[in-house]
Structures are given as structure tokens and as C-alpha cells.
């Protein structure tokens, strides 16, 4: 099986590092609010792939974080916790949303026919394998104490953009939406591994550290479910390409590092759901959920047949008047199959 690479961006033969079986691992929701179709759409085309994988008879151990804590509303390590925002909403607490959105998002996962991952890890329950590779990355010197946060050190990196050379000058304060300085860094892509000063100090969920009483940052999680589950040798890892900087950029840099060699060969980026407006975004209020399809009489399935119309690299425009296309076909497809198996 050929496989298109985004880290190489080359599509190349799909190798594993034990024959015959694949460790893959899924960038999951951040449950603080609905899912909407946009991320759903990659979830339908990893659920594919997964799919394809065991069809091809490899053996597969799927793993899927749960983002319940760390995520902020800035990918650049600023802003309210997504959760608290979310808790704020509805007048509950972080728990309380946490659970309510993990059970809709996989609600919302059985009606569109994805499997559920062999393993689903909340990002609170490891609190502990964080800690671990945090002091090790300290004690190694990737990482430093600066103002209440320890941070990582890109400087001590050869090459710290995997999926794409950016301009240096794009990423400079005030350039990329959501970048605000941060003084405590050494070098502007440095990013925070546990947080234990921060704008908001209202955080809900907060543990104890070597370092104080805080919580973990964004990327870490990811690195640490991923290491327990997967282990040291990660097939393939998948998530939408929004992530793939800087989320999957930091957790490549801060897993090899704790590792000490090449951590993941193989990613699989699915591009965005686009409206006439642009991409589909909680943040500008602007998203649709596979309930708002169903109040409006779709089969949530008319959606999945919709995406596997198009090409999981390129951009996908959402129009009623293309879902409606895509619901007559499958409509046709299965009154076809539904005739030759009377």
C-alpha cells in the first residue's frame, strides 16, 4: 500500500515498525462543545483508512485522546482554557461538560459509522506520565523553568518545521492570529509543557508538580497517551491539517527528544470543511452538527457519503444544494444494493 506522507510530502510505501501490525494514533475532540461536521470530516477519512488497514489484514491498536484539560483558545499557548470556557457557558463544571461532549461526539460518531478507537484516553488521567517526560526533557536540557511554566527549547533542535519551512517572519507577534509576546520564552516557538502561572487563574483543574501547582499544556497530552499506548514506535499518526502546526510539530519535537529517535514516519493530514464564508470554525460561531442534519431530515450517513465524494487533501466546500446531491446518490446506491439483495 501506497500512502501520501505530510512530512515528506511524497507518497511512499506504508511501512510498520513490527510486520503485520499498525500503531495508530487520532488526535481527539476537545470536549467543550459540539463536534461540528468540518471535524467530523476527519474523522469519517481516518475511520477509512483504520478500515482499509484491517481489510489489508494488518492488525490495528487505535488510540484517541479525549482534550479535557490544556487546550487553550490560542494555539500559541495564550488565552482561556477551552474547557473553563465551555464550563463558564453553561454553568456546570468542567467535569460535567467534559463528559456531556464525550458522550455527544461519540453519539454523533455511531451515526456517521465510525468505529470507536481501541483505546480512548482522557487527557486528565495521566497527569502522572506527563510530569515524567517533562522532568527527563528538563533534566536533558530541552526544557526550562521561566516565570512560573516550564517551556521546551526549539533552539536546542536541527530542524524544529517538519510539515512545512515557515518564514520566520510569519510567526513573529502580531503576525499569526491569537500570537501575543510571551516573556518568559528564550525563543519565540518555544511553547509550555505545564502551566503554573498563566492570565487566567481561575483554572478549574489544577495538580501538583515538581514545579508548583498547575496543569499540563496542550501538546503534551498527546505525546504522553501515545507513548503509553502506542509505545516508543508510532505507525501513523492522523488529525486535521490545522494541527499540523503547531500542535503536531511540538509533539514530534518533544517526543523525540524524551525518546532519543525518530518517534512517527508516517502522518496523514485531513484538509479543512470550507463554507462560502471560509473554514467551518466554533470560534466565529459559523458550524453545523450532524443533529442540525438529522432536524433537517438527512441521513447523517448522506453526510459520510458526501465527504468520500472528495479527495481527503483538498478543501471541501459545504453547500446545502452539494448535500442534497450527495443525499440522491446515496439514496440510488442503496435502493440499488437494496434490489440485488432482496
Known amino acids: 500500500m501506497y500512502l501520501y506522507n505530510s512530512a515528506t510530502h511524497k507518497k511512499a510505501e506504508f511501512t510498520t515498525h513490527t510486520p503485520g501490525h499498525v500503531e495508530m494514533y487520532t488526535c481527539g475532540p476537545t470536549v467543550y462543545h459540539f463536534a461540528h461536521i468540518g471535524n467530523l470530516r476527519s474523522y469519517i477519512m481516518e475511520d477509512v483508512l483504520e478500515k482499509f488497514l484491517r481489510y489489508s489484514g494488518y492488525s490495528v491498536n487505535r488510540v484517541m485522546n479525549i482534550t479535557d484539560v490544556g487546550h487553550l483558545t490560542s494555539d500559541a499557548d495564550e488565552g482561556e482554557d477551552k474547557m473553563l470556557k465551555g464550563a463558564h457557558r453553561e454553568h456546570k463544571t468542567v467535569m460535567e461538560v467534559a463528559q456531556y461532549y464525550t458522550d455527544a461526539f ?204 472528495s479527495h481527503y487533501r483538498k478543501a471541501l466546500v459545504f453547500s446545502w444544494e452539494n448535500l442534497d446531491n450527495a443525499a440522491a446518490a446515496y439514496g440510488k446506491l442503496i435502493a440499488k444494493i437494496a434490489a440485488l439483495n432482496p
Open 106 to 309: 461519540f453519539d454523533d460518531c455511531r451515526k456517521l459509522n465510525i468505529k470507536r478507537p481501541d483505546v480512548v484516553q482522557p487527557a486528565t488521567g495521566l497527569i502522572d506520565d506527563y510530569i515524567k517526560i517533562i522532568t527527563k526533557l528538563l533534566d536533558t536540557g530541552y526544557a526550562y523553568f521561566a516565570g512560573g511554566n516550564v517551556y521546551f527549547d526549539t533552539s536546542k533542535l536541527e530542524r524544529y518545521y517538519v510539515f512545512n519551512d515557515h518564514n520566520e517572519e510569519d510567526l513573529a507577534v502580531g503576525v499569526r492570529e491569537g500570537v501575543e509576546e510571551d516573556t518568559n520564552k528564550r525563543n519565540k516557538n518555544d511553547f509550555v509543557l505545564w502551566f503554573t502561572k498563566s492570565k487566567f487563574e481561575d483554572q478549574a483543574l489544577k495538580w501538583d508538580s515538581p514545579w508548583g501547582v498547575g496543569y499540563p499544556g496542550w501538546h503534551i497530552e498527546c505525546s504522553g497517551i501515545s507513548m503509553k499506548y502506542n509505545g516508543e514506535y508510532l505507525d501513523l499518526h492522523c488529525g486535521g491539517i490545522d494541527n499540523a502546526f503547531p500542535h503536531h510539530t511540538n509533539e514530534i519535537a518533544q517526543s523525540e527528544s524524551y525518546l532519543g529517535h525518530p518517534w512517527c514516519p508516517q502522518w496523514f493530514h485531513v484538509a479543512h470543511l470550507n463554507t462560502s464564508h471560509g473554514k467551518m470554525s466554533k470560534s466565529k460561531g459559523e458550524f453545523l452538527t450532524v443533529s442540525l442534519l438529522e432536524e433537517k431530515g438527512y441521513d447523517p450517513l448522506a453526510y459520510r457519503f458526501f465527504c468520500l465524494q
